[in-house]
């Protein structure tokens, strides 16, 4: 069975750090290109990071270039977020998502709440 299965959320204060990991099971997974994205409450789901699956370079979005990094361990099948100085506009549900051109699996998601 192929899936995705997000861990490392929790509650944190604003300033604080959370790891978050994503972790992939029936999948040739050193070929995907992974992502993360997240949703607020009451917003669309957003772009946060990705890293591909050949060369292992990473995008970020700008919201979240220089306090969060994103890193791959092809032989674990496991992605991970780093996610430093976080802010309460940070809080969403975090949703990794593994693309191989036109397949995509997706997690179910682990909650990050950052309180002020």
């Known amino acids: 069975q192929r899936q995705l299965v997000e861990s490392g959320g929790g509650l944190v204060q604003a300033g604080g750090s959370l790891r978050l990991s994503c972790a992939a099971s029936g999948l040739a997974f050193s070929v995907y290109t992974v992502n993360w994205f997240r949703q607020a409450p009451g917003k669309e789901r957003e772009f946060v990071a990705t890293i591909t699956g050949d060369t292992g370079s990473t995008t970020y979005a700008d919201s979240v270039k220089g306090r969060f990094t994103i890193s791959r361990d092809n032989a674990k099948k496991m992605v991970y977020l780093q996610m430093n100085s976080l802010k309460p506009d940070d809080t969403a549900v975090y949703y990794c998502?593994?693309?191989?051109?036109?397949?995509?699996?997706w997690g179910q998601g682990t909650q990050v709440t950052v309180s002020s």
């Open positions: 998502n593994a693309r191989l051109f036109s397949t995509v699996y």
